[in-house]
Structures are given as C-alpha cells and as structure tokens.
C-alpha cells in the first residue's frame, strides 16, 4: 500500500467571493480566518458577535497534488477523510466525487478514474450549517431546549452554543485526509477479545479483509508484544475475509484505572504479507483488563457499580465537552496537560459528553496510558432527533459502527451510552408520537443490539441520567444514574446534597469565574466587574453571575476586590463539590460514583469547570485531588457535632491514625484524641461521632475551628478541618503567613507557616503558571505546610521569592454590606428562572 498525505497548505474562499486566502488542514474556516486575520479572535472582550456570519456562509477549499506513474498504476486509489465538518462537497479535476453530511463518519471512496500522472487538483466546498439547519426546521420543527433544529445535522451540537460555550458552528476539513493505494487487498479492522481464566487470558484476534483482486497466497503475520518487550508471532494463510487466531498469555500484567495498579500495554500487530511484499498494516494498543457495569437488586434498589479485574470502583472524576470551540487550535500539548490534570487529581474516569466530539485517538491514547475509564456516550444531547426519517437513521447506524470499530479495542473504554439527558426530557415532548416511538426503538432497542454485536465486551446505557426504563423513575436514587442539578440552577443550598443517595451521579456542578490571568486574556481593567457587558458576555448561564454571589453571600462577606471575588466564587465552588463528593463516597455501599459538570472549558468563560480554558486550575481541581484521594478523610459536620470519616478506595486494607483536636483560631486546644484505625479495602468506614455542644454553648461558636489529621508511620497524609458558623459569622484574625522559598534543582519548594489558623491559603506567581503540590488550603495555628511544584522556567529562586504572592480569606477586604436595592434586584432576576427550574424538574419527575 501506499500513501500519500493531502495534509498541510490549501487555499479557501468564501464562495461568490474569488478573494482565495491561505488555509492550513486540518483546520476550519475561523482558525484560516483568524490567521490571515480576516476576523477577530472571538474569544476576546464581545468579538464572538462581530463573526457569526463566518457560519452562515458556503467556502470553498482547494489544493493541487502531483500523482505519480508509480501510485498510479495501483488497482484502487482511495480518497481517505476522517470527520469532514460537516456538509462537505468533494470534487477531484473538477469531477464530482461525493457529498457529505456526517462529522462523524470516515468516508472512502474509490479516485482512480478522475486523476492523472503530475499535477491534480481536489476542491471541498462547505456549505453553511445554519443554513441547512434554518431549512430543514422550517420544512419540520424539531422540539429542542436550546439552538432550534441543530438536531438534524450531525454535526458537534455545542457548535452552536451551550450554557458554557460560545455559537462557533465550524466548517473544516478537521482531521485527516489522504489517498491509499493498493493493488490486492486491505486490512478493514482488527477485533481483539479476551477471556481471563484462572489467572491467564487468552486473546482472540480477529482481521476483517477487503481483498481487491484475486490471490491464493496471501499471508497474515499477528505480532503481540508484551509491555517488556517479548514478541510471540504467527503467521497464518488468507482464506476469505476474515482471520482468526488465538494467542495465551498466562501470566498477564493487567491494566488497572488511576489509583488501582499500574497501566502496562500489549500490543498486536497485525500485516498483510504476499510473499516478501507488505500490502497493508495495523496496530491496536491494548490493555488487560475486565470491565463491567454491575447492576444487581439490593435493599435500596438496584446497583450501578463499574467492576475492574474483579474490584468494585468508586467512580470518581468529571465530564469532559469539547476542548476548545476552535478546535484545530487544541495542541496536544494542552490535551496532555489536561489528562495528565485528570490524574493528578485521583480521578479515574471521564464521561466524554454526547454534545461533543467522539474523541481524537490521542485522546483515548493518553486516557489508556494514564488509566483514565471512559464513559462515552453517543453524540446525541438534549434533542429530539429525527430517527423516524429513513436517511438520516441509516447515516446514523453508519456513524454509529464507524466509531464503535474504531474504540472498542481501547483499554480505557467502560461504558457506551446512548446520549445525555434525552430520557429525562422527553416527558416534555411525549406529544410528538412519531419522534417518541422513533426514539424508543433506536435507544432502546436497535442501538443496544449494534454495541452487542460490534463490541459485545463492552455494556451499554440507554440515556444519561435514566433507570434503566423509558420515562419511568429517571433521576430517582434508587435506580441508575442521576443528574442532580438542584444545587445551582434550583438555588438549593450544599445541604440538599447530603440528602440524596444517588446509586451513580454522572452530573452535578457548580459555577466559578475562570483564573485571573485568563480573565485577563479576553477583559480589560475596566471589565474587571461582574455585571459589566464583557463578563456577562462570558458567562453563558442564565443569571450565572448572580447565582454565584447569591451563594458567595450565604457563607462569605462578599469582597471589595475583583481578583478576589474571583478567587472566592473558586472556593464556594471547590466547597460545594466537595460537600457532595464526600457524602457520596462516604456512602458508597449505595453510591459508586461521583462525575461533576465538568473538567475543562471550550473557550475562556465563566463555568462550572475545574480547569479553565487556557489550563489553569481553579481552586475546585485542586480539591478535587484532595477529596478524591485513594484513602481520603472527611468530615460531617453539624451545628454542634462533627462526624469523622475514612474512605479507603484501594485494593488493600489501611491502617493509620486519625488525630483531631477542637482549637482555638490562635491554636489553643481544648479538646484533642489520637485513634488507630483499620479501614478495609475498597470499605468507607465512620472513625468517630463527636458532640461539642456543651463547650460550642459555653465559649461560642464563633470561637472554634474543628481540625483533622490522618496519619501512617508518622508521616502526614491528609488534613480536614470545619466551623461551626459561616466564615462570614466570623472574626477571622491576622494569621500572620510566612512563606521560605528554596529551589532544588528543577523542584520548587515553599514552606508556608501560620501563627494563627489561616483560612483558603492561595499561592501564585505573577509571571508564571504553576500548578502547585495543593493550593487553596488551610494552615492550623503554629504550623508548617510544605509545598511543591516544577520550578518555572527563568525564574531564579530569588525572583520567585520576591513575587511570590501569599495570601488567604483573611486578606480579602470586604465590600460592606450590599445595598438593599442590588439584592433586591438580584432576587427578582433569580426567582423566575429557579421556578422554571423547579417546575421542569417536577415534570421530569
């Protein structure tokens, strides 16, 4: 076979135009736009107004190719393109090649006859996707909740506005594009299945062949290689379509997620021989695992527990959306970062979201190195689709064993999913019969039978959230999956986490601005305010902003400064997904997994993620590392008792101690105990009940800060610590920080002692991103926090020492008290939009 890549410069016109401009592919018509600097960057201050029209026109692309009398004289020559966006017309010498209107698809299709030996050229006209969509949904209204009739185009639904992202519908050749040619035969795709028994697994590799002419001595040669290095090898005669072999391994190094064991690979290599002649190659990467969905009846219903090599998992991680909204600009520098980031957190699975992307190979690669599990619905979300219409059920089926082919082999894959949140709205478009039956059918039934018979290893889930039975029981605690969005849009406060016992939340969140230094890169100091016209422009929730300072202000007085509000919405984020992840794992002999909403952003924005879009953690990722910790403390606190906790995620019992004390602020203790514990593997267990009412009542709440320590072999391993009152109740003195700052080669280390008990500790260097050992954390009175991070780069330890900026919520000066008038207004921006909230949730029901 060979090759030839159609990859790199193009040229593109908007059509009727005849102004040809350079274009780079992979790309789109913003990113080309954006570099010869025909618009400007959307998402800088309200620019993202001035370039809607980009969408709404036809472009066309082109290039010139040389073609050889060697590729030539090859039997076929295909033109090869992965996920062409979207309505795409191919034309190769100015013959019409084929017409496309599916992202999501690999298309192939057989050139030869239209190109020459020397220069060729190809021509892809994109046609304007909100046109299309302004015309099918006049010719048929479709039901949907935001952007009318995106459902019927396949295409990235987000494309067209979320209530975190911008309306950038893109049009571009977005991945990659090529021609193949080959004379005999190809290899389709490669099927790898196993069988772990008693210790060994065995392999069932499975070659599915296209032969273009007729042979009798083609040969298959499968190589796997272990992780170490060592190769078994068989070669096998062609005698059809389709080869099997087996290959044992009986003594496996198995692949485990994040915090379980190691993430070792196999890999099979499979070519395709005549004689000493390669005619076509592939590779699959591999792990050796088991992965199921336990679902069992149990005395609070039925279980939802995701089961590795035989071990029940806690679920502990974050929904990833499409990584920027310009997405040839992703890099996978920043895609690493962002996995690497997911780990870092003692995360081990993401829900890649239906209204975004099947993700790029790098993406499941990194998610298999790292041992991140996948969840990955189907990209349908929040719509009615027309799977009643005979063409476009066909072009799904299409798209759907395109992908199913191209994932199912991964390691890291755990779980299809039929699409998000289509069962829990449906209740509100029940009327449309045909739509209602369509849909049913093809979730229900026909798509469950295509996982089964394309990736039977892997289980399928008919909708996030569901029960498991059509518009019955959805979003109820004692069957499947939930979303449970009443904390935030429904205004209920963090307390309404702890009384749900949901079996599995794949969806819950809270809003924070993104980080100073990217507010930066798209406001300017006379933004810095969040009710101004370029704030409100990046935040895409309805009253988003006030909810935030509605929250802020029931447990913090609100800030005079800008940075640190910014500062202050990440911690009552970080707080309130910490409230609910903790309860939950706490829990979880009921719950067995908590995904909130959601890791990363697609433009710079206020959201409710825990990394923003230019990659830096907001104080939330930081918790998140800490409340999802393999064996994790944590507190249950009520006005006069604090419930102590230990949940121990790993395969092995842990043993250690807990230490707590009732303190001061400026350290004196007036209660303390040291407790052994052994915590049974993957077990929550309750270390202690603690009733303080009678010191709280005759000292005063106001007075004391509960502190918790965890403990092994005399080496720190975790802190926790709780009031009785607000922070906004108290008086919050001076701690007095210190910070030595000393740098070992390329690690930075910084020592950050207190006098007084210091609330949210927030580190940061001006002149350089730095993700930090911890941040946003407390320093109990008289004590030593170490932390560390990689030294940033041209920065000698005395300049970081100078800019090193140290500060906590005692800093932070308040505003005084808000007027009457702005609360007033606030609640009447708020109340209408939390009743529809409220009335939308009853009906779903």
Known sequence: MFTQSLQGTWQFSQIGKGDWLPAVVPGSTYADLLAADRIPDPFVGKNENQVQWVADQDWEYTRDFEITDKFLKQEHIDLVCDHLDTLAEISINGNAIASTNNMFRRYRWDIKKHLTIGKNSISIILRSPTAYVAEKQKKRALPAMLYAGIAHIRKVQSHFGWDWGP????????????????????????????????????????????????????????????????????????????????FNIPDPQLWWCNGLGDQPLYEVEVRLLNG????????????????????????????????????????KGANWIPADSINTRFTPERLEH???????????????????????????????????????????????????????????????????????HRASLALWCGNNEMDVMWPMWKKHKSLTEAYYEFFYKVLPDMVKTEDPDTDYWFSSPTSGTFMKNTNKDAWGDTHLWQVWHGMRPFTWFRTRFTRFCSEFGFEA???????????????????????????RCAEGNEKMLYYMADRFRIPKDFADMVSLTQIVQAEAMRYA????????????????????????????????????????????KRFNAHVALSLEETKTSVGVYVTNDLREAWQGKVRWSLEGLSGEKYEAEQIEIKCDPVSPMKVAELDFSEVLTSFGKNNFVFIAELWQDEQFVSRQTTFFQPEKKLVLPDPKLSAEVKVNG??????????????????????????????????PAG???????????????????????????????????????????????????????????????
């Open 167 to 246: 309306i950038l519908p893109v049009s571009g050749i977005s991945n990659t594009i090529q021609l193949e040619a080959r004379c005999e035969a190809r290899v389709e795709h490669l099927h790898v299945r196993q069988d772990h028994q008693a210790g060994a697994v065995n392999l069932s590799i499975s070659a599915s062949l296209q032969q273009l002419s007729e042979i009798n001595d083609l040969v298959l040669e499968i190589t796997l290689t272990s992780p170490d290095g060592k190769t078994t090898q068989k070669r096998l005669p062609v005698g059809g379509n389709k080869v099997d072999s087996q």
């Open 783 to 845: 004590k030593t926090i170490q932390i560390s991070a990689k030294c940033p780069d041209g920065l000698s330890e005395a300049e970081i020492r100078e800019s090193l900026q140290v500060r906590s919520l005692a800093d932070m000066e308040p505003a005084g008290s808000l007027s009457s008038d702005w609360w007033t207004q606030t609640k009447i921006r708020l109340n209408p939009n939390i009743i529809k909230f409220q009335m939308i949730m009853r009906m779903m029901d």
């Open 513 to 539: 601005l993104p980080n100073m230094k990217t507010i930066e890169t798209f406001a300017k100091p006379q933004d810095y305010d969040i009710v101004s016209d370029v704030m409100q422009h990046h935040q």
């Open 581 to 624: 992840t903790e309860h939950w794992r706490r829990n979880r002999d009921r719950c067995s997994g908590a995904l909130y909403w959601q890791l990363n952003d697609c433009w710079p924005v206020a959201s409710w993620a825990s990394i923003d879009h230019d990659g830096r953690w907001k104080a939330l990722h930081y918790a998140a």
């Open 338 to 408: 962002l996995i690497a980031s997911t780990a870092a957190a003692n995360m081990n699975m993401l829900r890649v979201w239906g209204g975004g992307y099947y993700e790029s190979e790098a993406f499941y690669d990194l998610c298999d190195q790292y041992g991140i599990l996948v969840w990955q619905d189907f990209a349908f979300a929040c719509g009615a689709y027309p799977l009643d219409e005979a063409e476009y059920l066909e072009n799904v089926k299409l798209e759907v064993v395109d992908n199913i082919l191209r994932l199912r």
């Open 746 to 779: 390329e690690e930075l280390i910084i020592n950050i002692t207190a006098e007084n008990f210091a609330r949210y500790v927030i580190l940061n260097i001006p002149q350089a991103d730095v993700v930090f050992s911890d941040n946003y954390f407390d320093v």
């Open 276 to 315: 000493k002649s390669e005619l076509d190659a592939q590779s699959l990467k591999i792990g050796l695992r088991t992965i199921k969905l336990r679902r069992e009846p149990d005395q609070w219903g039925e279980s939802f527990t995701f089961v590795i090599n035989d071990v029940p998992i806690f679920a």
